[in-house]
């Protein structure tokens, strides 16, 4: 019992500089419209767009710099022996794990609505399980560059994360502060 809590824990720890990284777009999209411009240009492959309306440069900005200020928080809580523990990197590079983290949770979240454009799925329409898990798998690729995450974190990752994104995304649907509950 003590090792599943443990992995799970580890799972959570690692994966919090890309669960803020994915939520940053949301949370910036109604204050601020520095960098409000689509990732794909408006440029279309095909009849629909490359990435979709939502995807843009603020979200990546956000979502790497949300990404940097978690890993630096972990950073300073390595010392701290609990968060050691649940620690499997080592966040004396928090710049770049923030970055990594960031930017491969935003990455594997344009792949995902890469294909969803060529599948002719409208933005906001649910893509399970891809929708869920996108975020993840980009930013473990990403971190991947600096230390591979070992298997039972891989999958504890996704499967945690799956369960996390539509409960959260409900709330925040409930909340009013999406539009679409994926």
Same mark, same amino acid.
């Given at each position: 019992?003590?090792?599943?809590l ?27 419209n ?16 490359i ?15 949300f ?15 609990? !968060?050691?523990?649940? *620690?499997? @990197?080592?966040? $004396? ?5 923030? /970055?990594?983290?960031g930017?491969?949770? =935003? ?13 002719d799925?409208?933005p ?10 996108? !975020?993840?798998?980009? *930013?473990? @690729?990403?971190? $991947? ?5 070992? /298997? ?5 990752? =996704? ?7 539509i ?16």
């Open positions: 019992m003590i090792d599943i443990q992995i799970l824990l580890k799972s959570v720890y690692l994966m919090l500089p890309a669960y803020f990284a994915n939520m940053a777009p949301v949370i910036v999209r109604k204050h601020i520095f960098l409000d411009y689509p990732v794909d240009f408006n440029r279309k492959m095909g009849r629909n767009r990435f979709g309306e939502n995807k843009t440069w603020r979200g990546i900005f956000f979502g790497v710099i990404g940097i200020i978690i890993a630096f928080v972990q950073s300073l809580l390595q010392g701290i022996p609990f !968060f050691a523990s649940v *620690s499997f @990197l080592d966040y $004396s590079n928090w710049l770049i794990i923030g /970055i990594l983290m930017l491969g949770a =935003l990455v594997g979240d344009l792949a995902k609505s890469f294909f969803k454009r060529r599948l799925i409208k906001g329409k649910s893509f399970v399980p891809f929708d869920q898990i996108d !975020f993840v798998i980009g *930013s473990l @690729l990403f971190v $991947s560059i600096i230390k591979v995450p070992t /298997i039972d974190l891989i999958m504890t990752s =996704l499967i945690i994360s799956f369960i996390l994104h409960t959260v995304n409900h709330i925040a649907f409930y909340l009013k502060i999406r539009k679409e509950k994926w």
